[in-house]
């Protein structure tokens, strides 16, 4: 997935430029033609939408959480059908929005208007979804759903565009060709979802057989199946991806310690091996190890060991510190 994220990034470039530069170009155009109405609208459009978007989608949130219980329970079936549901949802919002957007700057504009109004249009239609899909992001892929809803959006939007300049089409045409655009956003969606969801049970099975058989075992067991002698850090099964978000950080050496906030969350795993960090002494389970600032991030001392030439980590000893963590001091994952 972070392949495909890394083509979809490339891809928006293009899209930034028009963002950055077509509402400048446009507002000018536009002012210089006398259409002051246009542009109020615009600015008035931007000013309330993000509020009255996230009231509109606050009925996907009812989907989304027996979504997130099927994940909980196992029951893939569900999974799909509610998260595909919340999806249609929103892509549906997603559509209704900028085509109206569109009739709404479109049904008054002259020959002369026409292009400047259709630009102005795109950054209003698709600047809330843009800035909303912006707050999504996060260290491991988080918010991808709605940066592929968005570029999709932008994308159609272009080409509605080009149709409105070239061809005669209408409103429920201009419909019609966004709604494909959303559908495949849709298919996409669900398949990276199930992806996902599949990679997560398949980390959550090798996490309790760690916490089950012991994280010493369990790794004298990969080593052996890898061979010790062949094995080198470059092919080493513990290696995911941990470098685009633990390259050069800062790391706390400390003792594990709970978050006195969260109560119900007593555990943590390495970052690498998946070796279980908790307060209560034995089964396995660590209680010191070298942790990120936020403490969201715990790394075990075999694995530091292990990465901390190639990593270039920086390390602060904090090992006499026992107190529980509050929020104000680290996230917590849930």
Known sequence: MKAFLGVLTALSIPLLILNMLGGIVSGIWL?????????????????????????????????????????????????????????????????LWCCGILFLFVKDATANSLIPRLIWSYGVATGPWAYMASKDQGPQGEGFASTL????????????????????????GAIKVFGGFMLVALVLQVSFAVIIYKEWKRV?????????????EATGQQAATFGEDETTVEDDWRLTGQEDYLNGVTLIHRKYRQNKDNPEWDHDHCEFCMAKFCLRVGEG????????????????????????????????????????????????RT
């Open 31 to 95: 002012a210089i033609l006398g259409e002051w109405g246009a542009i109020g609208l615009g600015i008035l459009s931007l000013a309330f939408a993000t509020f009255l978007l996230a009231i509109a989608l606050i009925p996907s949130l009812l989907l989304a959480a027996p979504a997130a219980y099927c994940a909980e329970k196992g029951k893939t079936f569900g999974l799909v059908c509610f998260g595909a549901l919340s999806s249609l949802y929103i892509l549906a919002i997603v559509t």
């Open 285 to 332: 389970s660590l209680q010191e190890g070298y942790a990120t600032e936020d403490e969201y991030y715990w790394i075990c001392c075999e694995c530091f060991d292990s990465f901390k030439d190639r990593f270039g980590w920086k390390v602060i000893e904090r090992m006499d510190d026992t107190e529980p963590r509050s929020a104000g001091e680290g996230q917590t």
């Open 204 to 216: 959550v099975h090798q996490s309790d057989e760690l916490d089950q058989y012991g994280w010493a």
């Open 149 to 172: 809803a968005t570029f999709l959006a932008e994308l159609a939007y272009l080409v509605i565009l080009l149709l409105v300049i070239l061809t005669p089409i209408t409103l429920f």
